[in-house]
């Protein structure tokens, strides 16, 4: 008779990750960055921002905002599949609403070849738990109208639109963006 396996049996092991952005992150941020935004929905993204695109300049920018973040309440986050960095999510504060502090999402992207595999919904997770024990009871981002790869994301997370619209001047098309929320742990 062949000995039982003790359980639980492991079948591998997980090699993946959210953790606060390094300075070292940087390039591989611009770098999801831009295989993303060139892989989103048409309109999403403005084809001026991707016709300049500049990786070492965004590089650049990103750096700057992992080292000396306007506020403690600035943050990027990466995903993580084994140690590379395959997706991420930057933060900050957002005007406080009447039921209290708000964080707001700026940006949530994964590299497309690694979507599908929750590394998107692990950043979205972290990004909660954090803006949860800095007081935070709401979240917010603001989406492209038409990015409904993104919108269907956060409906999925229990995200929905809150009724505001603002238009961004970006050169040659205005870009109509919609203001989607969630209630945090507290939340009224």
Do not use: I, K, N
Not at 88 to 114: I, K, M, N, S, Y
Not at 158 to 180: Q, S, Y
């Amino acid at each position: 008779m062949e000995p039982r396996p003790v359980f639980p049996r492991l079948t591998g092991s997980a090699e993946v990750s959210v953790r606060p952005a390094l300075p070292s992150d940087a390039a591989d941020v611009a770098r999801v960055q831009e295989l993303a935004w060139r892989s989103a929905p048409a309109g999403a993204v403005p084809g001026a921002v991707l016709e300049s695109w500049d990786g070492a300049a965004v590089a650049a920018s990103w750096a700057a905002a992992v080292t000396d973040p306007p506020s403690a309440r600035h943050e990027v986050l990466v995903a993580l599949d084994g140690d590379q960095v395959v997706g991420f999510a930057a933060v900050a504060p957002a005007e406080p609403q009447d039921d209290g502090p708000v964080t707001e999402l700026v940006l949530v992207l994964v590299e497309p070849r690694w979507g599908r595999r929750g590394h998107g919904s692990r950043l979205l997770a972290a990004v909660a738990d954090r803006a949860t024990a800095a007081g935070a009871v709401r979240l917010v981002a603001w989406l492209a109208e038409l990015d409904s790869v993104t919108a269907a994301f956060l409906e999925s997370a229990g995200w929905d639109r809150d009724g505001w619209v603002r238009t961004l001047d970006t050169g040659a098309d205005p870009l109509r963006e919609v203001r989607w929320h969630t209630l945090l742990g507290g939340g009224a």
